[in-house]
């Protein structure tokens, strides 16, 4: 089955605790991206990676790094998580650049 | 840059007929999509438009004038499972990447 998968659906932290929220997709696609979905502010785009090894900031990357090692994989990592991180996250991916997105589950992280 | 505007609530009766507008500026379009989202959920693909003209599928279509920057989703037949959120994101060949920049979003409730 074609899908994205992100893992961990649901995490609670504290501030200044390292995380990293995978993502992996199994349908061979270039372009992967993270969003950011909070209350009135609709689906925020972070960082997003056009292929391995190329990635580049979104509209709020501030506070967050990624990393393309592999095609399938575009794990996204809070070195030092603040409360105002609290959000759900969602991972994409696409064929091509604006392409229909395949979005993942989401994530919903608590920051304290 | 781009600007996404959608109403933030909409309310309609089941079986009725509803239209959900978005207006948008951007300095070099190249494709709108409509995107539907449930509560605590992954945003699911709907339509897209690049020419001008109305797209159907279903009971769901989708509109689009480029020279007046306006796209509507038309929902027919309206179901109770059709309450959810409904995304507009429009994709501008000027951004790096050709990735999508999303509207916050028109919840929309339907009533018995």
């Known amino acids: 089955e074609a899908q994205v998968t992100q893992n961990p659906r649901y995490l609670i932290t504290v501030t200044g605790k390292k995380l990293t929220v995978t993502c992996s997709q199994n349908m061979n696609h270039e372009y992967m991206s993270w969003y950011r979905q909070d209350p009135g502010l609709g689906l925020r785009q972070i960082y997003y990676s056009m292929n391995v090894e190329v990635t580049d900031k979104g509209d709020v990357p501030e506070g967050y790094k990624v990393s393309r090692k592999e095609k399938r994989n575009f794990p996204l990592i809070l070195e030092s998580p603040s409360p105002n991180q609290t959000s759900l996250y969602f991972c994409?991916?696409?064929?091509?650049?604006?392409?229909?997105?395949?979005f993942g589950p989401g994530t919903r992280l608590l920051v304290l | 840059g781009q600007n996404i505007d959608q109403p933030t609530e909409m309310t309609a009766t089941e079986g009725a007929i509803v239209q959900i507008n978005c207006t948008y500026q951007t300095s070099g379009f190249n494709g709108l999509f409509w995107y539907q989202q449930h509560a605590g959920e992954a945003p699911t693909f709907l339509s897209y438009?690049?020419?001008?003209g109305l797209e159907e599928k279903g009971r769901f279509s989708s509109f689009l004038s480029r020279s007046k920057g306006y796209s509507y989703l038309l929902l027919k037949e309206l179901q109770m499972k059709d309450s959810a959120s409904y995304l507009c994101?429009?994709?501008?060949?000027?951004?790096?990447?050709?990735?999508?920049?999303f509207g916050g979003g028109t919840r929309l409730m339907v009533k018995p």
């Open positions: 994409a991916s696409s064929s091509g650049g604006g392409e229909t997105q395949y």
């Open positions: 994101a429009v994709r501008d060949r000027d951004n790096a990447g050709n990735m999508l920049t």
């Open positions: 438009n690049v020419l001008d």
